[in-house]
């Protein structure tokens, strides 16, 4: 099988210290935490901070990333102190939105990167995505009135519009696992990917196995 090049990996839905350390040990490049309180792989700020403090000395480089949905900015910058070092809206947060929690973030001294994520299901959407001014793009697949981590397959020809199109970095999300890693990647040629339930034994808990073939695909 022919090797091919990707930069980034973050496995996303982190909740156990155990799944946190055996992630970083795997040298993704970036693990992600759900803040979203309706989610099955909720997480609070405070588990976050359990979990941050433990990885950050040894794995100084790994990102540690908040994912939001249309949240108060009081609670983002509550999970910013707990080792949050980047913010993914999931949500349908607006321009205005983001530029007004740049200035926040900014006031608060916090040195933070802004990921905006988006479930495509149409050109459309791709092209509206140009507009939100962040340092890197997600793109995630459509299941309606689902936030992410339902396991279906995105539609990468969408997905691959979006990296041939969009100003910054693209993270490629949406029913990723180890069987079909290396078909989105060579379809996609995204910046990176983002996987949850595709190596999960159960919602919010990570199968070793399943991170460790991913990692190798």
Request: glycine content about 6%.
């Amino acid at each position: 099988m022919k090797t091919l090049d990707l930069s980034f990996v973050k496995i996303c839905g982190i909740t156990r210290p155990e799944d946190a350390a055996f992630a970083c040990e795997l040298g993704v490049s970036a693990i992600g935490f759900v803040a979203y309180s309706k989610s099955k792989r909720y997480i609070s700020s405070i588990n976050v901070n359990v979990i941050t403090s433990q990885i950050t000395k040894k794995y100084p480089k790994i990102k540690h990333v908040g994912v939001f949905v249309n949240e108060d900015f009081d609670t983002i910058i509550k999970y910013l102190k707990s080792g949050i070092n980047v913010v993914q809206l999931h949500g349908d947060e607006t321009v205005e939105y983001v530029c007004e929690l740049k200035k926040t973030i900014l006031a608060k001294n916090f040195d933070v990167e802004i990921w905006r994520a988006a479930r495509l299901r149409s050109e459309k959407d791709v092209i509206q995505l140009k507009k939100y001014p962040v340092d890197i793009y997600l793109v995630d697949s459509f299941v309606e009135d689902k936030i992410g981590g339902t396991g279906v397959i995105g539609d990468w020809e969408l997905a691959k519009l979006a990296v041939k199109i969009l100003p910054k970095p693209v993270i490629l999300a949406g029913g990723l696992t180890p069987k079909n890693i290396h078909e989105a990647i060579s379809k996609v040629h995204p910046f990176g990917v983002d996987v949850s339930s595709g190596v999960e034994a159960s919602p919010g808990i990570k199968d070793q196995n399943l991170m460790k073939e991913f990692l190798d695909k």
